[in-house]
Nanobody
């Protein structure tokens, strides 16, 4: 499976961060997979943000739930992340990944990542 993140690299404070993950090699409606978003702030470890299952169930990190939404477009085999009211603390590298549960999978299941900087 191959995952590729896309979206703007620079977002202003207070705006919404929107990223899309394009998946190839397997359908995102596969019941065995959790399509996951992870982020890594500079100098910190990876943070699990949320996931959407093959059946469309969505799970969020409690710390981000109020600002985060995950959706999918099965016709394009894509899933997306939106984070509202961003601050500089949302700066980091954002990854999409394929996992078998609600946890961070090994790095070989991640996309290449995309840098997002929140700055005016």
């Amino acid at each position: 499976v191959q995952l590729t993140e896309s979206g703007p690299g620079l977002v202003k404070p207070g705006q919404t961060l929107s990223l899309t993950c394009t998946v190839s090699g397997v359908s995102i409606t596969n019941d065995y997979d959790y399509w996951t978003w992870i982020r890594q702030p500079p100098g910190k470890g990876p943070e699990w943000m949320g996931a959407i299952t093959g059946s469309g169930s969505i799970y969020y990190s409690p710390s981000l739930k109020s600002r985060t939404s995950i959706s999918r477009d099965t016709s394009k085999n894509q899933f997306s992340l939106h984070v509202t009211s961003v601050t500089p603390e949302d700066t980091g590298v954002y990854y999409c990944a394929a996992s078998r549960d609600l946890s961070i999978p090994t790095a070989d299941s991640w996309g290449q990542g995309t840098q997002v900087t929140v700055s005016s």
